[in-house]
T-cell receptor, first 113, second 110 residues
Framework: DTGVSQDPRHKITKRGQNVTFRCDPISEHNRLYWYRQTLGQGPEFLTYFQNEAQLEKSRLLSDRFSAERPKGSFSTLEIQRTEQGDSAMYLC???????????FGPGTRLTVT | GQSLEQPSEVTAVEGAIVQINCTYQTSGFYGLSWYQQHDGGAPTFLSYNALDGLEETGRFSSFLSRSDSYGYLLLQELQMKDSASYFCAVGDTGGFKTIFGAGTRLFVKA
């Protein structure tokens, strides 16, 4: 397996546009996480999937953010009506067990102009 | 609230030993993890403690005391390539949510 992949790696969009990111986890991992990271900070938890079920979502996440994981494989994260404050690195991670190690993808860097 | 505290920066010389501390305050606890992140890269897993005590993985060791809500990462025989940011992270809410600290930037000098 080649690890966690994310697409696109970079995205530049204008304020008010919608964007969608994709994450392909390690194939045998049923747990998937989305994070957001800004410069000089640690990853900030956004949401968690176990198989296709979204079991946890950050209260900090506005209604403009939505995530899906159809069929428990790849996942998508959509941001509607983007704002400049959404500019960040969006990281996806997967794991095979509760707690413990998570394997991170290379991230999608979003720039909102 | 939920928070993890760790020093913002640590500097050490090549070959030395450095300890990075982490204290946490979370509503639940499902293990303490450590991750390394080089500039421009993604976080990579280093170590995990679910129970009290010391876990050793090569040059890296991690310690946990749940009664003190405290842990540390110990890096031995420092190498220049160890210069990176190190994050502690706690599994919360049954392990469904992971909370990361702000990170400790380690500078290794020759």
């Amino acid at each position: 397996d080649t690890g966690v992949s994310q697409d696109p790696r970079h995205k530049i969009t204008k304020r008010g546009q919608n964007v969608t990111f994709r994450c392909d986890p390690i194939s045998e991992h049923n747990r998937l996480y989305w994070y957001r990271q800004t410069l000089g900070q640690g990853p900030e938890f956004l949401t968690y999937f176990q198989n296709e079920a979204q079991l946890e979502k950050s209260r900090l996440l506005s209604d403009r953010f939505s995530a899906e994981r159809p069929k428990g494989s790849f996942s998508t994260l959509e941001i509607q009506r983007t704002e400049q404050g959404d500019s960040a690195m969006y990281l996806c991670a997967s794991s095979a067990r509760q707690g413990g190690e998570q394997y991170f993808g290379p991230g999608t860097r979003l720039t909102v102009t | 609230g939920q928070s993890l505290e760790q020093p913002s920066e640590v500097t050490a010389v090549e070959g030395a030993i450095v300890q990075i501390n982490c204290t946490y305050q979370t509503s639940g606890f499902y293990g303490l993890s450590w991750y390394q992140q080089h500039d421009g890269g993604a976080p990579t897993f280093l170590s995990y403690n679910a129970l009290d005590g010391l876990e050793e993985t090569g040059r890296f060791s991690s310690f946990l005391s749940r009664s003190d809500s405290y842990g540390y990462l110990l890096l031995q025989e420092l190498q220049m390539k160890d210069s990176a940011s190190y994050f502690c992270a706690v599994g919360d809410t049954g392990g469904f949510k992971t909370i990361f600290g702000a990170g400790t930037r380690l500078f290794v000098k020759a």
